[in-house]
């Protein structure tokens, strides 16, 4: 052992860090990230907002973000038809620093977190390096599926302090039930119940939001990210709706001006174009349903999705599959689900080049056998 490694936090020896490999690939469809470039119309509001505001780049910015938070409450109301005041808005650089201030504030030592496996990497990641007790819990193996029995069951076991929950799942990404998200608020009564929606505007018809259980659960907690749907992964946006004390809590562990002008800035005029950047979604969503039909006509299994991929399963051997996607120039996810891979939904053309490369492999990359 080094002599930093003795110096370092033993939670954190052996550690290794996040990252989804970043590779200079034609087809990359590894990260969520929508592949549709910012409009270019949408670049010159957003310039000239800029143009104005840098030469006061000398001063600190709104430390309270007064106008973001207002552009956030509109936004969801439109989308949502839920009203939230500024008071119930917080955001940050992404959605991982919110959930990493929720967690500041709810977690640490000699708390726990509970979450449902397979989710979202980070929430165990966030919560172990600041000091909080992990608790992974578990989803049926063969759907992937949370349901309300056992969400209790794992819940009572654990008295968490935190729960994360992901609606749309990912790496799943199958929404969740109204009935799971109320069940753990009442068998978890001390902890603060987080609902991951960042694939919120990827959801079929008909899939309900969190958002909507807010005013009769002040526990609850709802996360939303503008990196998806708005094509705005670079600018790094992250927002979360909940209490107005929960939102009093996180103002006690954020840095000092933790969200940049020009970040805000960003972020506010993004806004302002809602409809426009989010004129992408519907023909994501058509690539998504596309990769679900054709790869079970390939045999293989995807899980239906409510988010801008899909995992599919019925691989001999995922790691190698990846490998051989890679080869031919298309980058995708290993989630570290045996016999799975994930494939975010991209451009008609990146999505025929996945399709065509995955339909050379199938014939000695496929397994007739059933996976969990």
């Given at each position: 052992?080094?002599?930093?490694?003795?110096?370092?936090?033993?939670?954190?020896?052996?550690?290794?860090?996040?990252?989804?490999?970043?590779?200079?690939?034609?087809?990359?469809?590894?990260?969520?990230?929508?592949?549709?470039?910012?409009?270019?119309?949408?670049?010159?509001?957003?310039?000239?907002?800029?143009?104005?505001?840098?030469?006061?780049?000398?001063?600190?910015?709104?430390?309270?973000?007064?106008?973001?938070?207002?552009?956030?409450?509109?936004?969801?109301?439109?989308?949502?038809?839920?009203?939230?005041?500024?008071?119930?808005?917080?955001?940050?650089?992404?959605?991982?620093?919110?959930?990493?201030?929720?967690?500041?504030?709810?977690?640490?030592?000699?708390?726990?977190?509970?979450?449902?496996?397979?989710?979202?990497?980070?929430?165990?990641?966030?919560?172990?390096?600041?000091?909080?007790?992990?608790?992974?819990?578990?989803?049926?193996?063969?759907?992937?599926?949370?349901?309300?029995?056992?969400?209790?069951?794992?819940?009572?076991?654990?008295?968490?302090?935190?729960?994360?929950?992901?609606?749309?799942?990912?790496?799943?990404?199958?929404?969740?039930?109204?009935?799971?998200?109320?069940?753990?608020?009442?068998?978890?009564?001390?902890?603060?119940?987080?609902?991951?929606?960042?694939?919120?505007?990827?959801?079929?018809?008909?899939?309900?939001?969190?958002?909507?259980?807010?005013?009769?659960?002040?526990?609850?907690?709802?996360?939303?990210?503008?990196?998806?749907?708005?094509?705005?992964?670079?600018?790094?946006?992250?927002?979360?709706?909940?209490?107005?004390?929960?939102?009093?809590a996180l103002r006690l562990v954020r840095l000092p001006y933790?969200?940049?002008?020009?970040?805000?800035?960003?972020?506010?005029?993004?806004?302002?174009?809602?409809?426009?950047?989010?004129?992408?979604?519907?023909?994501?969503?058509?690539?998504?349903?596309?990769?679900?039909?054709?790869?079970?006509?390939?045999?293989?299994?995807?899980?239906?999705?409510?988010?801008?991929?899909?995992?599919?399963?019925?691989?001999?051997?995922?790691?190698?599959?990846?490998?051989?996607?890679?080869?031919?120039?298309?980058?995708?996810?290993?989630?570290?689900?045996?016999?799975?891979?994930?494939?975010?939904?991209?451009?008609?053309?990146?999505?025929?080049?996945?399709?065509?490369?995955?339909?050379?492999?199938?014939?000695?990359?496929?397994?007739?056998?059933?996976?969990?």
């Amino acid at each position: 052992m080094s002599e930093i490694t003795e110096l370092l936090r033993p939670g954190l020896r052996g550690r290794t860090p996040y990252g989804a490999p970043q590779l200079d690939v034609d087809v990359q469809l590894n990260t969520n990230e929508s592949s549709y470039p910012v409009p270019p119309e949408v670049v010159e509001a957003i310039l000239a907002e800029l143009a104005d505001e840098l030469g006061t780049l000398n001063r600190y910015p709104d430390r309270e973000f007064t106008a973001l938070r207002k552009a956030l409450g509109d936004y969801l109301h439109d989308r949502s038809g839920v009203s939230l005041r500024p008071e119930q808005l917080w955001a940050g650089n992404g959605s991982n620093e919110v959930l990493s201030h929720l967690v500041q504030a709810f977690g640490g030592p000699e708390r726990t977190a509970l979450g449902f496996t397979p989710a979202y990497s980070m929430h165990p990641i966030i919560a172990e390096t600041l000091g909080t007790t992990w608790v992974d819990g578990q989803r049926d193996r063969a759907s992937f599926d949370l349901t309300v029995e056992s969400a209790i069951e794992q819940a009572k076991g654990v008295d968490p302090h935190l729960v994360f929950l992901c609606s749309p799942n990912n790496p799943t990404g199958t929404a969740l039930p109204f009935d799971v998200v109320e069940a753990m608020l009442e068998a978890a009564p001390r902890a603060i119940v987080v609902v991951d929606e960042a694939y919120a505007e990827f959801a079929r018809p008909g899939t309900p939001t969190a958002l909507s259980l807010l005013e009769r659960h002040p526990r609850l907690v709802v996360t939303r990210t503008m990196s998806k749907a708005f094509a705005l992964a670079g600018g790094r946006l992250g927002y979360l709706a909940a209490d107005p004390e929960v939102i009093d809590a996180l103002r006690l562990v954020r840095l000092p001006y933790h969200l940049s002008a020009p970040t805000q800035t960003i972020a506010r005029v993004a806004l302002e174009h809602a409809d426009r950047l989010l004129e992408t979604v519907e023909a994501i969503k058509d690539q998504r349903d596309r990769l679900v039909t054709e790869l079970t006509a390939l045999g293989l299994r995807p899980v239906p999705s409510d988010a801008n991929f899909v995992l599919f399963g019925g691989l001999a051997d995922a790691a190698a599959t990846w490998q051989a996607l890679l080869d031919r120039g298309v980058l995708v996810r290993d989630v570290g689900i045996p016999h799975h891979l994930r494939v975010t939904a991209g451009t008609p053309e990146e999505t025929t080049r996945f399709l065509t490369a995955l339909a050379e492999l199938v014939p000695t990359h496929a397994t007739t056998k059933e996976t969990p």
